[in-house]
């Protein structure tokens, strides 16, 4: 059964680097044609897509992120990660990795998981 | 971008009875060449991430009770719960991949009267 986790700091300082892991079980990241998301969550802006990624590394980034996002996969580890730089308070959300079977556009995503409160504060 | 609207924002309904929560596109989400509209469903219960019920409009992801079913094209869609069970309360997005970026309605929470 694939299963899909999140890890990372659960806090960061305005200004700084946001940066999460995806770790992939249970399957393989590159044995599939599948594309690999990030997705988060927040009172204020519901759920927004952030970004996915191939696991021969092509990405596809939201407009209205992307000069903040950089999204990589380590296939070796099967994971995934997200670095957004720049972080305000805005930027506090529920983080979600999920597998992307559309790629380009994204969506839907089919499996996610459990999600990982990020606080951005000094 | 392509917006979506759910309407109604929260809704009560009794044991047993039928659910419908509606979500518009800004634009249409139906691709011409092979006639299949992108756009999905999701149920999020307390706690816990989404989780994808229907995609293509009206196609049930396996495992998902045959209560649920999806309708609509173009720019207006319908999730439909035909007798709501308890464990039916959460909160349902509807999400277009029709362009990039993909983007979600802003949840309709669905609560047993």
């Known amino acids: 059964q694939l299963q899909l986790q999140e890890s990372g700091p659960g806090l960061v300082k305005p200004s700084e680097t946001l940066s999460l892991t995806c770790t992939v079980s249970g399957g393989s990241i590159s044995r599939s044609s599948y594309y690999w998301g990030w997705i988060r969550q927040s009172p204020g802006k519901g759920l927004e897509w952030i970004g996915s990624?191939?696991?021969?590394?092509?990405?596809y980034y939201n407009p209205s992120l992307k000069s903040r996002v950089t999204i990589s996969v380590d296939t070796s580890k099967e994971q995934f990660s997200l670095k957004l730089s720049s972080v305000t308070a805005a930027d506090t959300a529920v983080y979600y990795c999920?597998?992307?079977?559309?790629?380009?556009?994204?969506?839907?995503?089919?499996?996610w998981g459990r999600g990982t409160l990020v606080t951005v504060s000094s | 971008d392509i917006v979506m609207t759910q309407s109604p924002d929260s809704l009560a309904v009794s044991l047993g009875e039928r659910a419908t929560i509606n979500c518009k596109s800004s634009q249409s989400v139906l691709y011409s060449s092979n006639n299949k509209n992108y756009l999905a469903w999701y149920q999020q219960k307390p706690g816990q991430p989404p989780k994808v019920l229907i995609y293509?409009?009206?196609t049930r992801e396996s495992g998902v009770p045959d209560r649920f079913s999806g309708s609509g094209s173009g720019t207006d869609f319908t999730l439909t719960i035909s007798s709501l069970q308890a464990e039916d309360v959460a909160v349902y997005y509807c999400q277009q991949y029709y362009s990039s970026p993909s983007s979600f309605g802003q949840g309709t929470k669905l609560e047993i009267k």
């Open positions: 999920a597998r992307d079977i559309g790629g380009s556009p994204p969506g839907p995503f089919d499996l």
């Open positions: 990624i191939y696991y021969s590394g092509n990405t």
């Open positions: 293509w409009a009206s």
